[in-house]
């Protein structure tokens, strides 16, 4: 009995070594990353890793996972303040989208950079991700990939979150989906917005004005509802070409998705952001309300046991390896 209870006490030990060294080594990445030196220094550090360990004792991804997606954040430029707020919306998202944390960190980071968003603007950002993806055929991280592209040419043209996100959802019903998506919406946008001389000929004869009498661009909705409007009376062959001369060839499949989807199907989608507030929180839920859930939820909770105790026996065990 002595020799099983000593064996098995062994193996714990030897199991919580391992899970705090795993943790130790992605926070000091973060800390790394981050620059945290000095007394100031570790009291964020600690903080960091008091959040990361408050995730992993409480969802689904370890302390060890939070803590490689703190890195991420620290990569993105956030605070330590703004790191340990994102945390656990960042948290959420991974679970409604079913995806790696530390993926889902750099992609809506990355993303929201590209959108010009701050930390603030988070966590409307990530409801309307996970609306896109509840109403449209496409993954949340698809549309993360999409916005990737086509986020900052959005954003230049005027162009609201809501209508990105309604676009990119259309485009993805039609099998535009992903970075091929964000590609093919960049480019429309772009052949709209920056027309060459044929194109912008094209446009005055079927009387299109993309920007207002002040020189701002119109919701792409309603400059592309008129052009379909235009567009609809004509033979197959004029409008070929009055498409042709306004858009690239290679970008005519999610032209005609977005040309369609004026028919209501864009209005709609809009319509579904309005109604957005939650529903990153409501997919994580859901995803999680189950025995693999739960189960998932038990094994970081382990996890983050394994680390404690592994936390209070590595002086120990650092001083024994250092000496030998």
């Known amino acids: 009995i002595a020799a099983a209870f000593t064996g098995a006490a062994v193996a714990i030990g030897t199991k919580s070594l391992s899970e705090f060294a795993t943790f130790e080594d992605s926070m000091k990445q973060v800390q790394a990353t981050m620059g945290l030196v000095g007394e100031d220094g570790q009291r964020a550090f600690d903080q960091l890793a008091a959040a990361a ?17 703190l890195n991420y954040l620290a990569l993105a430029g956030y605070s330590v303040e703004d790191s340990v707020a994102a945390l656990p919306k ?10 790696d944390l530390a993926l889902t960190s750099d992609l809506v980071t990355d993303s929201m950079s ?11 950002y990530m409801d309307k991700m996970a609306r896109t993806s509840q109403r449209s055929n496409t993954s949340v991280q698809q549309l993360g990939e999409a916005v990737l592209v086509a986020g900052g040419t959005m954003k230049n043209a005027g162009q609201s979150v809501d209508m990105m996100n309604a676009m990119l959802g259309v485009l993805a019903d039609n099998g535009i989906k992903g970075a091929e998506g964000g590609t093919k919406l960049r480019n429309i946008v772009m052949s709209l917005t920056s027309p060459t001389g044929s194109a912008a000929g094209a446009l005055e004869e079927l009387g299109i004005s993309v920007a207002d009498a002040d020189g701002n661009i119109r919701d792409m909705d309603v400059v592309l ?3 379909n409007n235009e567009l609809s009376g004509m033979s197959e062959a004029a409008r070929g070409n009055y498409l042709n001369a306004i858009f690239n060839k290679q970008d005519m499949a999610g032209v005609n998705a977005l040309l369609e989807g004026t028919n209501g199907g864009l209005a709609n989608l809009v ?3 309005g109604k957005a507030e939650g529903a ?4 994580a839920a859901t995803m999680e309300d189950s025995l693999a859930g739960s189960l998932r939820s038990m094994k970081s909770a382990i996890s983050g046991a394994f680390i404690d105790l592994g936390e209070t026996i590595a002086p120990f065990a650092r001083e024994f390896v250092e000496g030998f």
Do not use: H, P, Y
């Open 90 to 99: 960042v948290l959420n998202l991974a679970a409604a989208g079913g995806m």
């Open 280 to 283: 990153a929180d409501a997919m």
């Open 225 to 227: 509802g008129e052009l």
């Open 53 to 69: 360990k408050e995730a992993g004792s409480t969802t689904r991804f370890s302390a060890s996972e939070s803590a490689q997606a």
């Open 114 to 124: 590209a959108l010009g968003l701050g930390v603030d603007d988070m966590g409307w």
């Open 271 to 273: 319509d579904e952001m």
